[in-house]
C-alpha cells in the first residue's frame, strides 16, 4: 500500500475510484477495494472533482455558433429539396406498337408532370428558423397568465395572443 504508483495504474485507479465514488461507496472501502490508502482516494478524488469542474466548463458562445452551423445546412437542405419537389416530374415509359406483320416497334415516352412542391420541406425551414431563433434567444419569453376566473392568457412581449 506504501509504494508509489505508475502514471498508468494512478490514471486506472483513478477510473476505478470516480466509479465507486459515483456508486456512493464510502472513501475507506474505495481505498480497500482499489488497494491504497483512504489519504490516496481523498488525493485522487480532488483530482477527479477539478478535472469534472473543467470538464463541465463549456463555451456557449462556440457550442451555439456550432448549432447554428447545423440548423444553417439543415435548411439549405429542406430549400434544395423543396426546389426539387417544385419541379417537373418526368416518367419515361415504354410504348410498344405493331408495325407490321410479327414485328414491333417500342419507342421511349417522356411524360412531364407539373408539381405544386412538398409542404413538409417548407415545414422544415420554418423549423429551421425556429430553432435558430430559440439557440439565439430572439424570440421574447412567453408568459401565461390565469385571471381571477380562471381564463388562461397567452401573452409574449406585452402582447395578448388570445386576443389576435
Same mark, same amino acid.
Given at each position: 500500500?506504501?509504494k508509489r504508483?505508475e502514471?498508468a495504474?494512478?490514471?486506472r ?10 456508486k ?7 481505498a480497500e477495494e ?5 489519504a *490516496? ?8 472533482h477539478?478535472e469534472?469542474?473543467?470538464?463541465a466548463? !463549456?463555451?456557449?458562445d ?5 448549432? @447554428? ?10 430549400h434544395?429539396a423543396?426546389?426539387?419537389?417544385c419541379?417537373?416530374?418526368?416518367t ?15 419507342e421511349?415516352v *417522356?411524360?412531364a408532370k ?12 420554418q423549423?429551421c !428558423?425556429?430553432?435558430r431563433c ?11 397568465? @390565469? *385571471?381571477s376566473?380562471?381564463? !388562461?392568457?397567452?401573452v409574449?412581449g ?7
Open positions: 500500500m506504501g504508483r502514471p495504474q494512478i490514471a485507479d483513478r477510473l476505478r475510484i470516480a466509479d465507486l465514488y459515483l456512493g461507496r464510502l472513501q475507506v472501502d474505495i482499489v488497494g491504497v490508502t483512504q *490516496t482516494v481523498s488525493r485522487d478524488l480532488k483530482v477527479l477539478q469534472w469542474l473543467e470538464d466548463k !463549456i463555451d456557449f462556440k457550442a451555439k455558433a456550432k448549432e @447554428i452551423a447545423k440548423i444553417d445546412n439543415l435548411e439549405r437542405i429542406y434544395a423543396w426546389e426539387r419537389s419541379e417537373d416530374a418526368e419515361v415509359r415504354k410504348k410498344k406498337s405493331q408495325v407490321g406483320e410479327g414485328s414491333e416497334h417500342k421511349m *417522356t411524360i407539373g408539381q405544386a412542391g412538398d409542404p413538409r420541406f417548407l415545414a422544415g425551414v423549423w !428558423i425556429d430553432r430559440k439557440v439565439l434567444g430572439i424570440d421574447a419569453p412567453a408568459k401565461t397568465d @390565469i *385571471t376566473s380562471g381564463q !388562461i392568457i397567452h409574449i406585452g402582447v395578448n395572443l388570445d386576443e389576435l
